[in-house]
Every structure is written in C-alpha cells, then in structure tokens.
C-alpha cells in the first residue's frame, strides 16, 4: 500500500515508536546518532511532510527556505531553543515539543547533581577507584556542605522547577524562587515556595539551581556580577541550558574558592566542555541526560511520534497533537489544537 506520508526521524529511536509511525507513514529514520549540517537537514526535511529531530537539529527560516511540503516538526526535547518558532510558523509548519513527560524525571536528576556536587561525590568516588585510599582516612577529609536545613534557590519555576521544589520538603529547606511572573498562591503553596527578586535570589541560596528556558535575552543570566552576589560556599546547579552560564566566569569563580562547587549538565558549546570546568574537580560533570530515564526517554519518543501523526492529520488524534509550540499553524489550517 503506498503511503501518502513521508516522515524522516533524524536520530535513532526506540522500535515501538518507529513501528508505530510505520503503521501510517512512509519512514525514513536514521540508523546512527550524528550531526547533520545545515545543507543535510535542509535537504532531508524538502523530501518529508514531517520530521522528529533532536536539540542538534537547527531549523531556522534558512533550513525551510523554498520548502512548501514540511508540515510538522516535533522536537525530542521540551526546550526548543534549535527551532526558530517565528520562521515555523511563517512557513505553515506545526512545531512541537515533550513538555511534562520529563518533569519528574528532570528534576530528580537536579537533585542528584545537587547531591553529587554538594557532597563531593564525583572527586572521592575518583580519588578511591585511584587507590588513594590506603591509610586511615582524617576526620577533616572530605568535608562537603550540607542541604538540609538550607535555602535552595530555584531560577525559573516553570513545572521543572516546581518538582525541583516539592522534592526539597525531604531535605527540610527553605525555597525561594525567581521567575518573571509570580506563580499563583495555590502552586506557590503546593511547592512551598516564595518569590524573591532574582537579587535576593542569588545574595539568599545557599544552592541555586537553574531550570529556566534559553532565549537571547537570558544568555550568561549567570556570569561574574552575579556569581559574585551568591553566598560564599554555595553550589551552582544547571539542567537548562550551557549558555546561561558564563563558563569562565564560573571556573574563576570556583578556583578561587567563592563557590564551593557546582554541577553541571548542560553546556554552551556542546559537546564540549570549558577546560577550566574540566579542570576542576569541584564540579561534577555530565553529558546533557537530565531526562534519560528508560520510561522518560520512551515516553517522549511516543508523545513526539503522537505530534507527528495528529499533526498530519492521521491515526486516533488525527488533528489534535498533544503538544503544539505554535498551535495558531492549525488553527490556520483549518484544525482545532488543544487549548
Ligand atoms: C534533551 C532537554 O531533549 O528536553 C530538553 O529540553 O534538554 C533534554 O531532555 C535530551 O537530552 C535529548 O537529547
């Protein structure tokens, strides 16, 4: 049976998802994990009606130049700072992300590099697999700081940060957040958070973590002033995004002893990492996988192949993704999106 679909899936991807897009699609999907250039992402996505990407993908009005036959992109990622929604939209094209199915999961994740930094997991894990442990150890070795009892600094609130939050009542802290719009009371309850200008943010933390999405506006959010506002012996999280830190400024930072660590998963220059960062064993480092848990990851393999099939049109919710970035792209075409 011909397929009047075709669909290009530019990472590898879990079977079941694959199976079920090849039940109504014509799939092309890529066996390995790579980089494509500019020229390849524009050339694969002229030939398809829709596509699942990843972070690395870049589409921007350049990529969809002189493509009339692209009308869905769903993102493997809940942020989409890869995807300039403006040019999507112009073009007629439905973009869509995996919002809430990796909450839980992401903010666990916080909480263990919090944990990890905090304790200084990474470095005696290190010195002990060195063989650097042989004698009795001093009682004043290995000394990190605490969290309970503490105040823990959340910059952006949106429901990552609020599972970020309601797991901080296990460690007895007191949280304080920033975001531009103050939660309503209900959830501020929910989370027993407050807000706090981001100034009493960074001078009150004792950890900060930061769960805000990457625009142009927010780029280096955290650079030299504001580090220099946070409290002596206080610990940099980030699961967001690398750009919003400024990495050099936050290596100087740490060697000379103002903050007591930080741990990090995220990076400006993905893959690669600051060498003053590297060089540094106060920071635990991990390659962006904030969200990769087995039942996460599946789950937003399944919700951006859902966006796929409704987007175009077919399968159960045929017109009706569950989660369009630009629904005005359906209302335009005609098709109701989900509020
Ligand atoms: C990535 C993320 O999607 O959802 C996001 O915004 O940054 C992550 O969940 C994941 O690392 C897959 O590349």
Redesign the pocket.
């Known amino acids: 049976m011909t397929k009047r679909y075709k669909v290009w899936v530019s990472r590898p991807l879990f079977p079941e998802a694959l199976a079920r897009l090849e039940q109504h699609v014509e799939l092309h999907a890529e066996a390995i994990e790579r980089v494509h250039s500019p020229e390849q992402l524009r050339e694969r996505l002229a030939g398809v009606d829709a596509a699942i990407i990843?972070?690395s993908d870049r589409v921007d009005a350049a990529t969809l130049a002189g493509n009339h036959r692209l009308r869905v992109i769903a993102n493997?990622?809940?942020?989409y700072n890869n995807l300039d929604i403006d040019a999507l939209t112009r073009a007629g094209v439905l973009a869509c992300n995996?919002p809430d199915v990796?909450n839980e999961t992401?903010a666990d994740y916080a909480w263990a590099l919090l944990l990890a930094a905090a304790r200084r997991v990474g470095a005696a894990e290190r010195w002990l697999r060195a063989g650097q442990w042989t004698g009795a150890m001093r009682f004043d070795d290995w000394l990190g700081v605490d969290l309970h009892g503490k105040t823990l600094g959340i910059l952006g609130m949106g429901r990552i940060g609020q599972a970020v939050a309601r797991r901080a009542a296990g460690f007895d802290m007191r949280v304080l957040y920033h975001n531009r719009t103050r939660l309503p009371e209900v959830v501020e309850r929910q989370c027993a958070a407050c807000w706090v200008d981001k100034a009493a943010l960074l001078r009150e933390s004792d950890h900060l973590v930061l769960v805000l999405p990457y625009t142009p506006q927010n780029h280096h959010v955290i650079g030299a002033a504001e580090l220099a506002q946070m409290k002596r012996g206080s610990v940099l999280v980030n699961i967001a995004?690398g750009g919003l830190v400024d990495e050099a400024a936050l290596a100087a930072s740490l060697a000379a002893g103002h903050l007591a660590a930080a741990g990090l998963d995220?990076y400006e220059d993905e893959p690669v990492v600051h060498p003053a960062l590297l060089a540094l064993e106060q920071v635990v480092l991990s390659p962006?996988?904030?969200?990769?848990s087995a039942d996460t990851r599946r789950n937003?393999a399944q919700l951006a192949t859902d966006n796929v099939l409704a987007g175009l049109g077919v399968g159960p919710d045929a017109g009706r993704p569950p989660t369009p970035i630009n629904p005005q792209v359906l209302a335009a075409r005609g098709v109701l999106g989900k509020a």
Do not use: E, F
């Open positions: 990843g972070l493997l990622a809940v942020g995996t990796l992401t995004r995220v962006h996988l904030g969200s990769a937003m």
